[in-house]
């Protein structure tokens, strides 16, 4: 999987060497379009909820995503094992934070997001014919709310999901793949 962000004028580019990984990948190349990230066996963001465990080894490179701003991340969909995922990591602290993307689940492709308070809450739906093509996905902050967009290619935009988020909150986004 490669994974890269994307910054339309509206947004500003954020450089690699100002994000922290939130758990180190098994191998990261940088170049000049992107960034290619190699993710541990296993990895994963969950909190209890169905499973019963709570995973937080996900591999999410975050900087600080103020008030009125947004992150935008753009990867080339190729994913395949159960659970592989990419998309964008929203993190507030371990217990507060929403991953949106796409992930591989029971042998498709689903965009969804995973939005967790204390627990995880999972939603997800098939874009086939997403697979090999630029997949692009947007997490907006504004007001009390987190909205995710994405699309492929140069499609419209979906919504994927609006979420709660405390407007004080110190917040922290940016790439992430399991």
């Known amino acids: 999987m ?3 962000a994307a910054s339309p004028a509206d947004l500003a580019d954020v450089p690699w060497a100002d994000g922290t990984w939130t758990t180190a990948p098994a191998a990261v190349r940088i170049h000049d379009d ?7 066996e296993g990895s ?4 209890i909820t169905s499973y019963g465990f709570v995973h937080d080894t996900e591999h ?10 947004a992150v935008e991340v753009a990867f080339t969909l190729d994913l ?5 995922q990419a998309g964008v990591f929203v993190r507030v602290d371990a217990e507060t934070w929403i991953k949106a993307g796409v992930e591989r689940s029971d042998g498709e492709d689903g965009l969804g ?4 308070r204390g627990v995880s809450d999972w939603s997800l739906a098939p874009v086939p014919g997403w697979s090999g ?3 692009t996905i947007r997490a907006s902050r504004s007001g009390d709310a987190l909205t995710v967009r994405a699309r492929v290619d140069d499609e419209p935009w979906r919504l994927v999901r609006v979420a709660p988020l405390d407007p004080d909150a110190a917040v922290a986004a940016g790439p992430f793949c399991c």
Not at 34 to 40: I, P, W
Not at 44 to 47: K, L, N, P, T
């Open 2 to 4: 490669t994974s890269s």
């Open 34 to 40: 992107g960034m290619d990230v190699t993710a541990r």
């Open 44 to 47: 994963d963001a969950w909190r």
């Open 60 to 69: 999410a490179l975050v900087a600080p995503l103020p008030q009125g701003s």
């Open 80 to 84: 395949r094992e159960q659970f592989d």
């Open 113 to 116: 997001a995973v939005v967790t």
């Open 133 to 135: 093509r630029l997949v």
